[in-house]
């Protein structure tokens, strides 16, 4: 069955940068794009925006364009999201989602909750 | 970017009750919509894609419509596992979702 495993809980200065992993398993992993969602405690989910896990194309949503970098590894089965700059409003949990046909994202990671505080 | 505003925001039912969500879009979507189920402190689940079609193994109370700008999930009769959170979802170029609608114990 589908599975995507994220990385654990982080806790950060305001300023540094963190990367989330988020392996996935049982599926053919290059035939699905990936997405990254944000929510923020109490609020609703947001789209950072998402990656061709084949050949590394990524679109970022504006509000997260220049702070959050998408990358991709087809020989592991493994994607990452790297956030700089952040900040205490930053603070959320992180989700990796499957994309597949007619662009629904049908299947989530456990969510990284990454904490932001000095 | 699509804008959705789901109504209402909170709802208080008992097990049993018919339930209707709202969700309507600032243009049309044609029928781009999903609607996630949320509990606290998991990840959103997958109920309806494409405004009407039901994901495997939803139960069939369960039922999503509309198309254009307005859209509607309905619950036949309210379960216990179904007091949660429900967002709707433009699937489409910029994956917008919903505010949320938190389904209470009345």
């Known amino acids: 069955q589908v599975q995507l495993v994220q990385s654990g809980a982080e806790m950060k200065k305001p300023g540094a940068s963190v990367k989330v992993s988020c392996k996935a398993s049982g599926y053919t992993f290059t035939s699905y794009g990936m997405h990254w969602v944000r929510q923020a405690p109490g609020q609703r989910p947001e789209w950072m925006g998402w990656i061709n896990t084949g050949k590394g194309n990524t679109k970022y949503a504006p509000m997260f364009q220049g702070r959050v970098t998408f990358t991709t590894d087809p020989s592991a089965g493994v994607v990452y999201l790297e956030h700089s700059g952040l900040t205490s409003e930053d603070t959320a949990v992180f989700y990796c989602?499957?994309?597949?046909?007619?662009?629904?994202?049908?299947?989530w990671g456990q969510g990284t909750l990454v904490t932001v505080s000095s | 970017d699509v804008q959705l505003t789901q109504t209402p925001s909170t709802l208080s039912a008992s097990v049993g009750d018919r339930v209707t969500i709202t969700c309507r879009a600032s243009?049309?979507?044609?029928?781009?919509l999903a609607w996630y189920q949320q509990r606290p402190g998991k990840a959103p689940k997958l109920l309806i894609s494409?405004?009407?079609i039901l994901e495997s193994g939803v139960p069939s109370r369960f039922r999503g419509s509309g198309s254009g700008t307005e859209f509607t999930l309905t619950i036949s009769s309210l379960q216990p596992d179904d007091f949660a959170t429900y967002y709707c979802h433009n699937h489409n170029d910029y994956w917008t979702f919903g505010q949320g609608t938190k389904v209470e114990v009345k």
């Open positions: 243009q049309s979507i044609n029928t781009w």
């Open positions: 494409e405004a009407s």
């Open positions: 989602v499957r994309m597949r046909g007619s662009y629904v994202l049908d299947s």
